[in-house]
């Protein structure tokens, strides 16, 4: 059975910094594009970062380029995220995903860290 | 970047047929496959659609994918709604620069 376990979210002042994690278990995960996606508390989803099997190829929404990013361990099977510069409107609840063997999107999700961001 | 506009939100009977619309903005819709996912309230979304027209293991055939070109969208279809089936519904598709792109998601209600 595919997993993926977030840890790391909490709350964190204007300015500050948080690095979230995911523990990917039920599959071999370097042969998988992993994800971050965002959910602004009553809003939708929102794509945040992908990264391919090797770490190799990094991609961002335009909003978090030069602050956050997105990084994995395949011998621990993890997947990261490092924010840094973290603003009130990046609080969200962040799910670790799947991408599915076209990459085109995802197969599973993760049941998310919630971000707090004070200002 | 292209935008995915859906249905704000649908409402349907048990047992009837519903249908919510994803229709891309720029671009052929058939050029990028589209995904759906259903989210319950107070959970993590799950897939239930994959590359326009795939079930993923586990969802039951009440639930269909379908692109129009003529209309340049994407549909989710649910025959046979149940109550459970209440959600919100979310069409993504892959963009430029090796992005996704969300649709703003379509609430469901089963009444």
């Known amino acids: 059975e595919v997993q993926l376990v977030e840890s790391g979210g909490g709350l964190v002042q204007s300015g500050g910094s948080l690095r979230l994690s995911c523990a990917a278990s039920g599959f071999t995960f370097s042969n998988f594009w992993m994800s971050w996606v965002r959910q602004a508390p009553g809003k939708g989803l929102e794509w945040v970062a992908n990264?391919?099997?090797?770490?190799?190829?990094?991609y961002y929404v335009d909003s978090v380029k030069g602050r956050f990013t997105i990084s994995r361990d395949n011998a621990k099977k993890s997947l990261y995220l490092q924010m840094n510069s973290l603003r009130a409107e990046d609080t969200a609840v962040y799910y670790c995903a799947r991408a599915g063997r076209a990459v085109a999107g995802i197969d599973y999700w993760g049941q998310g860290t919630l971000v707090t961001v004070s200002s | 970047n292209f935008m995915l506009t859906q249905p704000h939100s649908v409402s349907e009977s048990p047992g009837k047929t519903v249908t919510i619309s994803c229709t891309r903005s720029s671009g052929s819709i058939a050029s990028n496959y589209v995904q759906w996912y259903q989210q319950r309230p107070g959970s993590a979304p799950t897939t239930v659609m994959y590359e326009d027209n795939q079930r993923p293991s586990g969802v039951p055939d009440r639930f269909s994918g379908s692109i129009d070109s003529s209309s340049n969208s994407a549909s989710l279809t649910i025959s046979g709604l149940k109550t459970e089936d209440e959600a919100d519904y979310y069409c993504?598709?892959?963009?430029?620069?090796?992005?996704?792109?969300f649709g703003g998601g379509t609430k469901l209600t089963v009444l």
């Open positions: 993504q598709s892959y963009g430029s620069s090796n992005s996704w792109v």
């Open positions: 990264i391919n099997q090797d770490g190799s190829e990094k």
